[in-house]
Nanobody
């Protein structure tokens, strides 16, 4: 079992930056890929980014590539999402998750077994 707690969301102007954190409890989390998703009002959940268990592989959705940076600190069992050059369309609730079977990039093999409660990011124009 694992519990995930996101933090770092808030209100920011377009062009600004935020850093989200996802603190995980449960030693098994360190074995798995960790992932960020987001859901904007009225839209489907969107995969944002993923990082491998050791932080060595990182993946990004095209919509955030070049602006967001994912990382993890295995010693602290914490994942981060550094968001820069934010746009109003980045407004969403951001969720972290653990993929216990895949790379963190959604495929048929993925199993997002654990989820956080979400943190709200609002980007004003």
């Amino acid at each position: 079992q694992a519990q995930l707690v996101e933090s770092g969301g808030g209100l920011v102007q377009a062009g600004g930056s935020l850093r989200l954190s996802c603190a995980a409890s449960g030693s098994t989390v360190s074995r798995y890929a960790m992932v960020w998703f987001r859901r904007a009002p009225g839209k489907d959940r969107e995969w944002v980014s993923a990082v491998s268990w050791d932080g060595g592989s990182k993946f990004y959705a095209d919509s955030v590539k070049g602006r967001f940076t994912i990382s993890r600190d295995t010693a602290k069992n914490t994942m981060y999402l550094q968001m820069t050059a934010l746009k109003p369309e980045d407004t969403a609730t951001y969720y972290c998750a653990v993929d216990t079977k895949g790379s963190g990039v959604p495929t048929l093999e993925s199993h997002f077994a654990y989820w956080g409660q979400g943190t709200q990011v609002t980007v004003s124009s």
